[in-house]
Structures are given as structure tokens and as C-alpha cells.
Antibody
Framework: EVQLVQSGAEVKKPGESLKISCKGS????????IAWVRQMPGKGLEWMGI????????KYSPSFQGQVTISADKSINTAYLQWNSLKASDTAMYYC???????????????WGQGTLVTVSS | DIQMTQSPASLSASIGDRVTITCRAS??????LAWYQQKPGRVPNLLIY???TLQSGVPSRFSGSGSGTDFTLSISSLQPEDVATYYC?????????FGGGTKVEIK
């Protein structure tokens, strides 16, 4: 079974750093793109960026460029989303999702991880 | 960047009704269009890709159509389990933008 399992919920203070993870199993992790998607409370889905684990080639949405860092470690089938200095406005659910096509950047997302809730509050 | 505009933002329909949601791209995206269903408190789930191809396991009452800039998602006979928010997404070019969502409720 193809599966993405994300790290658990986090509660942080403004200014703190954070790295959340997404571990893939049941498929060739290196050869499928992994995207990150933000969902703020009560709001819609926002595409943040995407990484190809084989070579860690990464593309960001202009809205998120410079605000977060996406990385991957193909040796442990894990992708990451990282913040250097969190803000209250980063409070959201964050999903990772796999691009459905082998090696294809232009692919729909399936499956999705279960989500990681990040709460930033003083 | 390509903008994706969904309408309506919400709708209320009766069980058995036909429901149609539209999604418009700000420029042509061929058929690089996916639809996702997100039930309350749940993870989004891929329904349709390539504008009209049903993902495995998705009930046949769901269908998608369109190409270029204008797309539709239809539910032929609304069921209680279809209560959800539906999102379109283009994956033609980065960023792979989502539409704003359409919340479907039962009247």
C-alpha cells in the first residue's frame, strides 16, 4: 500500500524554528514528486511547493518562496518542511502529497499524508 | 501564475439532485485539471484527474469535463456522503494552484 505518514502535531512560539516530516512507503520514494499543501483554519488548500527526492530539485510557489524550506532525504524515504522563524500566521494544517505520475512533475496528488497541525502561539 | 476560480462558493441541494461545480483557469491548461473532495475533518482525496478521468474507487455518479480554461465537476445524484468541500487544481505548470473550493451541503 502506498502511504505517506506525517509527523505529529506541534505547538510552537513565534520566532521558533520547526521541521516537520513526511515518510513514504510502499513505492519508489525517489521517483515521485512530493508536494506540500497548507490549509489555514477554516480556509482552502494552498499549494506551497514540490520536491523530487531523487535529486532534491525543488520548486516553490511565489507566495511561499523564502518563507519555508522543502527538503528530502531519499535514504530514509522522508520529505521535510521547515521554518526558521515561525509566525502566528503559520498556524495551519500542513499536508504532504505524492505526485501520482512516475517522475512526472505535472501530476495530480495522490495519496495524501494525514496532515500535521502546527500551532504558533505566544 | 495561473489563477483558478471556482463557483459557486457553496451550494445546498436535495438528495438525488444533480449538482454542478465550475472551475475556470486564468489561461489555458489543456486537461491538466484535478478535482479533490475533502469531507469535514478529513484529508483531501483525489476524485478526477486529466479533467475527466475518474480515480479508481470513485463512484460513477461523479464526472468531470472541460478543456482549456473551463471545467465542470458533476454529481449526477447527490448522496448524503457527498457532503464535502470540492477543490479544483491545475498541475499544468508551477505553482499547481488550487481553486477556492465549493462547499456542498444537503438541503
Amino acid at each position: 500500500e502506498v502511504q505517506l505518514v506525517q509527523s505529529g502535531a506541534e505547538v510552537k512560539k513565534p520566532g521558533e524554528s520547526l521541521k516537520i516530516s513526511c515518510k513514504g512507503s510502499g513505492y519508489s520514494f525517489s521517483n515521485f514528486w512530493i508536494a506540500w499543501v497548507r490549509q489555514m483554519p477554516g480556509k482552502g488548500l494552498e499549494w506551497m511547493g514540490i520536491i523530487y527526492p531523487s535529486d532534491s530539485y525543488t520548486k516553490y510557489s511565489p507566495s511561499f518562496q523564502g518563507q519555508v524550506t522543502i527538503s528530502a532525504d531519499k535514504s530514509i524515504n522522508t520529505a521535510y518542511l521547515q521554518w526558521n522563524s515561525l509566525k502566528a500566521s503559520d498556524t495551519a494544517m500542513y499536508y504532504c502529497a505524492r505526485g501520482d505520475g512516475f517522475g512526472e512533475l505535472s501530476s495530480p496528488l495522490d495519496p495524501w499524508g494525514q496532515g500535521t497541525l502546527v500551532t504558533v502561539s505566544s | 501564475d495561473i489563477q483558478m476560480t471556482q463557483s459557486p462558493a457553496s451550494l445546498s441541494a436535495s438528495i438525488g439532485d444533480r449538482v454542478t461545480i465550475t472551475c475556470r483557469a486564468s489561461q489555458g491548461i489543456s486537461n491538466f485539471l484535478a478535482w479533490y473532495q475533502q469531507k469535514p475533518g478529513r484529508v483531501p482525496n483525489l476524485l478526477i484527474y486529466g479533467a475527466s478521468t475518474l480515480q479508481s474507487g470513485v463512484p460513477s455518479r461523479f464526472s468531470g469535463s472541460g478543456s482549456g480554461t473551463d471545467f465542470t465537476l458533476s454529481i449526477s445524484s447527490l448522496q448524503p456522503e457527498d457532503v464535502a468541500t470540492y477543490y479544483c487544481q491545475t498541475y499544468n505548470s508551477v505553482p499547481h494552484t488550487f481553486g477556492g473550493g465549493t462547499k456542498v451541503e444537503i438541503k
